[in-house]
């Protein structure tokens, strides 16, 4: 049991991302190949079930990662000897398996656009293929959306929270495994965040990165003046200074007193409130009204609230474990489910979880100021007024959208903020939105039993 | 702003993770070598500053994938330019850039074996190395060590609610990006899981793969009669069938009926209790005792233990969300500090954030059944009772260590569980595990002002 063995890494190469999928899908697929259904077009569309708790609106995040994924995905030869060999599929003919070699995404997919502000109940995706291809890609897709609108949705209350002063996203280290990192580094920047700690997704992604130093720095000198000294004699004017490994005030003292002035100094422990006025008395004392205050330590957008509403001098906050974890509401309840087949409306009357048959599309109300009144759902191809939201991104397997930039998805991210109702911007709303289903949905629905 | 570009997938390969990590330990890095520090003896250690709530143990996992990580960790040519042409690096020499080159992690890392059961305030991991190498691992070493602990730790507590009945990992689809998944199969399963939906991991892992069929499958039938029958004709008596697309109990008696007799149904939503009972009393009647109950839809440990108490006839449960997003306590305060520099012990006293000085030892003190009675924290090479629990994993640079394979780690994690006092084992325990510093330590720590 003990032999020893080469460590395994556990971070597979994109090409193997075939199988990063729940093994019903290919038992499905293999099924539905065996069923005669392995051509039936079939419709599936992603939504959010019910919005998390402390949540009136999401911000859709994760469609690019998610489309690159789905144009590359593949399944590798090693990949289906290993399908070959599982006991499930011994009674699986042998041509099924053949199929896998040259498995491609060749379907449709439309979204909502990245940045762009949902509710629960709404078609955020629709995905059209085969019933097979469909169902390949279920559990990807939801693992690649589900978390960065998590992340967004988190940040935007987090950036709204800080009524224009910067937040940054220093949470690498508290995500879900280091792949997660490079996610919420994206997700984050594009609710407003204005920089990442995050050195390979800044570099990836064209976002800030930013840094300060670790009490690790302090605590290698001699003294705290020393390792304030040495950091400034390499960085100069740009230094942050990290005041509180002893005694926070007095390191603020200490900080003010560098030479050339610093550009700000960091508070990562104590009262926040307290501390940040002291140090800026001391600061504004010692003739560094330009240094900035940046604070961090399990910030929330509640704390920033409360820091900001008391009048805590603080210019900047480094946000971690509460954003890149969505702490207070981990996980999102979206779910792919199966709405048309051959053309088809189909449901699903399971309690509490009762789908809308047919494809979907949105369409969003705004009143003459561009305030978001209501989404009605109607079917793909209904009239309706207010502007439809579900673009083709994928047909026939191949991209078919000119993907924005994440710095428009950032811009669009902001005005989508800003034309969210009042009532819905408030940190702790009690106020829901309204989605509307057209007539002629709830007439099929009722056609098929949906209550 | 709109220009088109190709999608980026964001799934970097294994070969760029040596800049998955925090702007600071660049500038930090930078620094010392700037400042002298280059070859300074840095002893860091990782540990857990308070148990997250609602856990009374954690258990240690993820450090394999680390391992594998940390030896083969660079800096490649195409990022090391990027350093180069960041504003913050204006004033940091080409040498140290040049010095990147040919950086790899030199150093020797000591750890607590995978599965150990572990507490707050113990160092878990160690690293000795140059200051800037020891610096450079600290955000991926934690980002892939807080995880899977939580992970595992979470898990750890399903299966014991389950009482011996069998618990799948579910979660893919709902975990924190779609690489987290892989951690979470693998940590789940080291704490007890019997196996996991994801076909990845399980390929990678050697991890029994699990899966039944989706909602979209009975849908994609005229009825849910042709539905079952069509899977049965493909899988026979392997086959699950899920039964609550339509009405619950109704889909029980079709999946009874069904030839050959099934080797389990599964009911994935409405009351479980009252279902499983109904369900397993027709099963019963129609001569399928032999069909199993397996349970799903955002279980949870208290849900589990609720069900199994209240007599509910369920064979096995599959979890995800709740799981694989850690999501009553979804952020570990796992932190990495400099605890000795050059031979001298090194402290922080920030307010609520205080740390040991010096590299240390975790002892286990055991009775005489090999229940855990306390650990004592030495110094390293302090002589003490107990059995000291971290080993060296790496020795300048080099795997010194055996590593246990999965199942070795699985069979350690059940043995370490089965050692916990009875007072730590229970769901909503108010006890406390006892860690007690060393004499030695502790007249270290009140020598440099640690209170």
Redesign the interface.
Known sequence: ??????????????R??G??????????M???H??G?GE?R?T?ELFVRKLPNHRSYLVFAGL??V???I??LQITEE?IE??RR???FQ??GSGWFDSLHSLRFQGDVWSVAEGTVVFAGAPLVRVVAS?PQA?WL???L???L???T?VASKASRIVAAAQGRGVFD?G?????????????S?ASYLAGCIGT?????????GIP?????????????ESEVDAFQ??V????E?STLLV?????LEGVRRAAAVEPPIRAIRI???NLLDLSIRARSILDSADRAQTRIVASGDLDEYRIADLIGAGAPIDSFGVG??MI???DA?????VY??VE?EGKG????????KTYPLAKQIHRVRDASGIIIKDIITQADEQSIGEPLLEPIVRNGR?VA????L??IR?HARSEYESLPVSLRTLDTEASFTIEYSDLLQAEARRLGVC
Chains 1, 2 share one sequence.
Not at 176 to 182: E, I, R
């Open positions: 049991m003990n032999k020893s063995h080469e460590p395994l890494s556990l971070w597979p190469d994109r193997e991302l199988l990063a999928t729940d093994l019903y899908q290919l038992t499905m293999a099924g539905y065996a069923a259904l039936s079939a599936f690019e990662q489309i690159a994924d144009l590359a990949q290993y399908l599982l006991p499930q009674a699986i019933a169902q279920e559990t990807l939801l693992a690649s589900n978390y960065p998590l220093f690498a280290r508290r995500g879900h495994g280091p792949h997660s990192a490079f996610l919420a994206r700690s995050h050195v390979e997704s800044a570099r990836l992604l990165p930013i840094g300060t130093m670790a009490h690790s720095w302090i605590q290698s000198f040495a950091f004699d390499c960085y100069g740009r509180d490994t002893y005694e926070t990562d422990s104590g474990t509460q974890t969505s702490a981990p996980a999102l309840s979206m489910k199966l087949l189909r449901i699903k009357l399971s309690e509490g979880k991209l000119s993907l924005p930039t710095e428009s811009e």
